[in-house]
């Protein structure tokens, strides 16, 4: 049977070791990080079932969720980089699933993408991932099968590549963030999949967690440096977040180095699917308390969590070595000289009032006669198709080992966290202006109307998902296959 979650034991058992220990994930100690399979050191397990987790109100109500091995998040996958990974996935439900290891550049078949690279797992079988870590960074899964209900119930956990070296920091902590669209009673939602989150922007839930937790203090020591490695796995939610009185420094983007940099506007963005890891210094006296905001959406803003401070300071002042510059994983540098060109559009949903009025009203021809095609799940639509299923003609069909650059047009009033599977790629453009750090990323967020250029070397053979990670978008359509041959 898989372990049951939420229990006052465990929730003090949690309490007491989320002091000290060093990535934040409930249950790690009762489910055990994802238990090893016989003496290879990076095997793991992962059991896919219904499970009880307490979302809502306080410690009384169980919620029926979703979860690998008892827990959400699932165990963290922690491995070194160049190391390879197994892992034993079984599946638990009534339905069909997959893993898919969003981030991770894994040969094609390993993907974990229904019926396009793998058969999905039907109910009472297992599937064998195997794969190399390539690159270092903060990466995670989830299933790929009707994955806005399945992630939307708790099915994900983070997947943590180790650099050979990592910096020196003092504490490493990890937040997978979400949100739950929960009923009075503390029990999710059943409207998975309704027309109006597919058209709207997506199912935005009313419960904010952290590791699966409502914790509402983080405990810090003055002159600590912390690595926080944050992960955005809502369905839906676009967190922006603002650690009142820290700077924080950016120094990787979905799990890719960047160069070190406070975020603009002091808001961390993070649209679904999206990471960052961040360097914390705290800075402040001891005993003090700080707000973690999200004012992601403005009216809208909430305190995530706060910090508090001990009264030991760790050391006599705050850490003064440089804030590291990470070592660059092992990416092509795509050349743009000799780049062929690409372009997708998007188009569909509701009409945003914004984008209504900056039309004077009007809808363009196009957007109407799209709208006018739209059904329940055929909302959306990449290069004039609305995907139906995971199986598809490609939509681009790109040179292997060739540098590409695509052109994505946001012509819709919403917006689109863009995710390519299997390859990372560079941030060129947005609206014709370069970006500050040309960061690699795998999941772009995008605004309504604006335009982004993206650029990477083909260099993995298949056919790889290109979609939104607003899961009610994709699951409306707003998909294509990009084919590497
Ligand atoms: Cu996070 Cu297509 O996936
Ligand atoms: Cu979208």
Redesign the pocket.
């Known amino acids: 049977m898989f372990n049951w979650i939420g229990t006052k034991c465990t929730r003090r058992r949690f309490l007491e070791l989320s002091g000290a220990t060093v990535s934040v994930l409930p249950l790690a100690a009762k489910a055990g990080p994802a238990s090893l399979l016989g003496s290879s050191a990076n095997a793991f397990s992962l059991r896919a079932a219904p499970g009880r987790a307490q979302l809502g109100h306080g410690e009384t109500v169980d919620a029926t969720v979703w979860a690998y091995n008892g827990s959400t998040p699932g165990p963290e996958i922690r491995v070194r980089q160049g190391e390879r990974l197994r892992v034993k996935v079984q599946n638990f439900l009534s339905e069909n699933t997959t893993v898919?290891w969003?981030?991770v550049r894994t040969p094609n078949r390993m993907d974990g993408?229904p019926d396009l690279t793998q058969a999905p797992i039907a109910p009472g079988e297992e599937f064998f991932y195997e794969f190399d870590a390539k690159d270092a960074g903060t990466f995670?899964y989830?299933p790929?099968q009707r994955?806005f209900e399945q992630v939307g119930r708790g099915l994900y956990g983070p997947l943590i590549v180790e650099e050979p070296e990592p910096p020196k920091v003092d504490r490493e902590v990890v937040w997978m963030l979400d949100d739950w669209r929960l009923t009075p009673d503390g029990q999710i939602s059943e409207d998975f999949g309704n027309r109006h989150d597919m058209s709207h922007n997506g199912r935005v839930g009313n419960v904010v967690t952290i590791n699966g937790r409502r914790d509402r203090t983080f405990g810090v020591r003055p002159n600590e440096r912390i690595r926080l490695r944050l992960i955005n796995a809502a369905n839906a939610r676009i967190f922006g977040l603002d650690f009142k009185g820290h700077t924080p420094r950016v120094v990787a983007l979905d799990g890719q180095p960047v160069t070190p940099h406070a975020p603009k506007d002091d808001m961390v963005v993070l649209g679904p699917?999206m990471r960052a890891d961040l360097i914390l210094d705290m800075t402040d006296k001891p005993g003090v308390r700080h707000r973690v905001i999200d004012r992601f959406y403005s009216g809208l803003e909430y305190e995530l969590i706060e910090l508090t401070y001990g009264e030991t300071p760790l050391r006599p002042k705050a850490p003064d070595w440089p804030v590291p510059q990470l070592p660059a994983n092992p990416l092509r540098e795509p050349s743009l000289d000799h780049a062929i060109r690409h372009e997708i559009v998007f188009n569909g949903g509701m009409m945003g009032g914004d984008y209504m009025a900056r039309l004077g009203g009007k809808m363009p021809d196009r957007t109407a006669s799209m709208m006018g095609m739209m059904h329940a799940d055929n909302i959306w639509f990449l290069n004039g198709v609305a995907a139906t299923g995971h199986v598809m003609d490609p939509m681009l069909t790109l040179a292997r080992d060739r540098s590409h650059v695509v052109t994505l047009k946001n012509a819709t009033a919403w917006r689109h966290p863009m995710?390519l599977?299997g390859h990372s790629f560079r941030v060129l453009t947005r609206n014709g202006a370069p970006t500050a750090h040309r960061e690699w990323q795998d999941?772009v967020l995008m605004a309504p109307g604006e335009t982004v250029e993206i650029a990477f070397v083909a260099d993995n053979p298949g056919d790889w998902?290109f979609?939104c990670?607003i899961l009610e978008h994709?699951a409306s359509g707003m998909m294509g296959v990009v084919r590497v041959a």
């Open positions: 898919h969003h981030g993408v995670w989830h790929h994955s699917a995710h599977h999941t998902m979609h990670h994709q």
